[in-house]
């Protein structure tokens, strides 16, 4: 995880930080970094839960093989699942182009 933090592309979205880089292993690889923003464990384990269940059923499907880190900003605490989806996928859409 944190060589694709350090050697990896990146974009900022207003509610995640995402960043990639290709892998060898032949599937795509999700990591997840949720700060603590002054929350609870039990908000941070909610936003975590939401962002993998958004991965595992429409992105990680449709991905190349590169590994994908998620790190959600202070603004993901107050978004719906809907707000994390459209910043997922607008990435998604961003990689093909």
């Not at 694709?4 to 060898?24: F, K, Q, Y």
């Not at 975590?48 to 595992?56: D, F, G, P, T």
Request: proline residues 7%; charged residues 30%.
């Amino acid at each position: 995880m944190t060589a694709v933090l350090r050697t990896g592309r990146h974009r900022r979205t207003p509610r995640l930080d995402i960043s990639w880089r290709a892998n060898e292993v032949g599937h795509p690889r999700l990591g997840l970094v949720v700060p603590r923003y002054g929350r609870s464990v039990v908000h941070r384990n909610r936003l975590r839960r939401q962002l993998r269940e958004i991965a595992r059923r429409s992105v990680l499907p449709t991905l190349p093989p590169l590994d994908l880190v998620i790190r959600p900003r202070a603004a993901a605490y107050q978004s719906d699942r809907r707000g994390l989806a459209s910043d997922i996928e607008q990435w998604v859409r961003s990689l093909s182009t």
